[in-house]
């Protein structure tokens, strides 16, 4: 089992930045994925960013296009919590975002965004930008 335990988030004005950090209540094995997603009320839970590796390739961080050049995710190691840095946020309302863990498992472009591949997940910490 493995928790994960995020902290930040909170209330900007459109154009801010904030930083969303989740940590891993122990060691994560080499193959992993780990993800951030969002949840507005009446939406879908959306992928925005994942950090995988493993299965003989690189180290890969993959965005969803509609926060590319703005949100970076990014941790030291795989001891050390992931950090996503959300700039230029837009205005919205107010949404959950969830860090998520899959075990031995590497994403690619075509499937990082489902959530049903995430086996751990955060408690989701509330995001609102104001206009």
């Known amino acids: 089992q493995v928790q994960l335990m995020e902290s930040g988030g909170g209330s900007v004005q459109a154009g801010g930045s904030l930083r969303l950090s989740c940590a891993p209540s122990?060691?994560?094995?080499?193959?992993?994925?780990m993800a951030w997603f969002r949840e507005a009320p009446g939406r879908v839970r959306e992928g925005i960013a994942v950090?995988?590796?493993?299965?003989?390739?690189?180290?890969?961080?993959i965005y969803a296009d509609f926060v590319k050049g703005r949100f970076t995710a990014s941790r030291h190691s795989r001891k050390t919590a992931v950090v996503l840095v959300m700039n230029d946020l837009q205005p919205a309302a107010p949404a959950s975002y969830y860090c998520?863990?899959?075990?031995?498992?590497?994403?690619?472009?075509?499937?990082?965004?489902?959530?049903?591949?995430?086996?751990?997940w955060g408690t989701g910490n509330q995001v609102t930008v104001s206009s």
């Open positions: 122990r060691y994560i094995p080499y193959i992993h994925s």
């Open positions: 998520a863990l899959a075990l031995g498992a590497r994403m690619y472009s075509n499937t990082w965004y489902r959530e049903g591949l995430y086996t751990y």
């Open positions: 950090l995988t590796t493993g299965c003989g390739g690189p180290d890969e961080t």
